[in-house]
């Protein structure tokens, strides 16, 4: 496990340059986010650890950070003034591009992995803005009316467009559809519904099932329709969006001690996700749809957690549709704001950043 400090500046997002293995960008602020400066960490993995290339310092804090998928030099920053930055790496201090017109927070920026010429933000404000870098002004406007913690492409089609926020609702958008029904969203999705079909209806209780705010979610990287949110309520949920009306969840996994803050699929098993808690921990996760643990060998239902044995589900047990807790990495001492899944070399290697001003870069095969 390697690891650097991110002096003076709290970890809340972390993500692998899509074009070098051994670059790591970090998103950080001051005082927890709540007042003060933000820092853009540029790491490089070296044989001698993780060494600070460079850093560019904001006037407010820095939620999220989001590579470009055309240019290896450029990442765009989600701010506290509600301002979106793009900055070059290749220069020094400042921005090369700045857009406010969000009104408050922004909490999540994502870049398009299909067309690779626009991303997205999502704002405390309850809108969702598609932006292009060579555009002055954004593009499109998406209202959500609630608080957007979290705003993605798919991976799949350039058009489609989800999120989720504090009324616990997973939309979906489609930009292809008619903009005058309602905004291009063709789909809601109460993410506290119960799934249908429920082995032992007992222990999905009403409180279990109660809306809360959610703050995170994913797209499945092999499985162009199955998307996984989580927050406030602990508990991940995948969902197939062909059938979430009458289905429901397709898993829930519970595990987790307390709000889920980060999602990411595994870019090379379909069936693996990685999740990182307020509880300090970092899970490693399978939905149940490949049926075994995937890639592991692990043939049993227990895992060895600091000389205890705990069932594969975690605290929370085998959830529903199957899915279980793989392995956990506690080495964080604060929360755990961020984790990214590295997309070459050997399949496992991530990265993980906490309030505990620490970025670690571990691999997953070692906790499980």
């Known amino acids: 496990m390697l690891e650097f400090r991110t002096q003076g500046f709290n970890g809340y997002a972390v993500k692998y340059s899509p074009f070098f293995d051994s670059k790591i960008a970090v998103a950080s602020s001051a005082n927890y986010g709540l007042v003060g400066n933000g820092r853009l960490h540029i790491l490089n993995?070296?044989?001698?650890?993780?060494?600070?290339?460079?850093?560019?310092d904001t006037q407010d804090s820095l939620y999220d950070l989001a590579w470009s998928d055309a240019h290896e030099n450029q990442i765009v920053v989600a701010t506290g003034d509600g301002s979106v930055k793009l900055f070059d790496i290749s220069l020094d201090e400042f921005p090369v591009q700045s857009w406010q017109e969000h009104k408050r927070e922004v909490f999540a920026v994502h870049w398009n992995l299909v067309t690779k010429d626009t991303f997205c933000s999502s704002s405390w404000d309850g809108t969702i803005k598609i932006w292009s870098p060579d555009r002055s002004a954004s593009v499109l406007t998406l209202p959500t009316h609630s608080?957007?913690?979290?705003?993605?492409?798919s991976p799949h089609n350039a058009s489609i467009l989800s999120s989720v926020s504090s009324d616990s609702h997973l939309r979906i958008f489609d930009l292809r559809s008619p903009s005058s029904a309602s905004n291009h969203l063709t789909l809601a999705i109460p993410?506290?519904?119960?799934?249908?079909?429920?082995?032992?209806?007992?222990?999905y209780t009403a409180q279990a099932i109660s809306p809360s705010e959610a703050l995170t979610h994913d797209w499945n990287k092999y499985r162009a329709t199955v998307v996984a949110a989580a927050g406030v309520d602990r508990q991940i949920r995948t969902f197939d969006i062909r059938a979430s009306r009458t289905q429901g969840p397709l898993a829930i996994l519970p595990g987790h001690d307390y709000a889920v803050r980060k999602l990411a699929w595994s870019p090379h098993v379909s069936d693996m996700l990685l999740s990182a808690s307020y509880d300090m921990t970092c899970r490693v996760w399978t939905d149940g749809s490949n049926g075994a643990a995937p890639g592991t060998g692990l043939a049993k239902a227990e895992i060895i957690h600091g000389g205890g044995v705990v069932d594969g589900g975690?605290?929370?047990?085998?959830?529903?549709?199957?899915?279980?807790?793989l392995g956990r990495m506690g080495r964080h001492t604060e929360f755990a704001m961020g984790v990214d899944w590295c997309l070459f070399g050997a399949e496992g290697w991530c990265a993980s950043c906490g309030w505990d001003e620490r970025?670690?870069?571990?691999?997953?095969?070692?906790?499980?």
């Open 191 to 203: 993410l506290h519904a119960p799934p249908t079909s429920i082995p032992h209806p007992s222990q």
């Open 314 to 325: 975690g605290p929370g047990g085998i959830g529903v549709g199957g899915g279980r807790e």
């Open 359 to 368: 970025v670690l870069v571990w691999d997953v095969a070692s906790v499980m």
């Open 147 to 153: 608080c957007t913690y979290s705003a993605a492409f």
């Open 45 to 56: 993995l070296t044989s001698n650890g993780i060494v600070a290339d460079k850093w560019f």
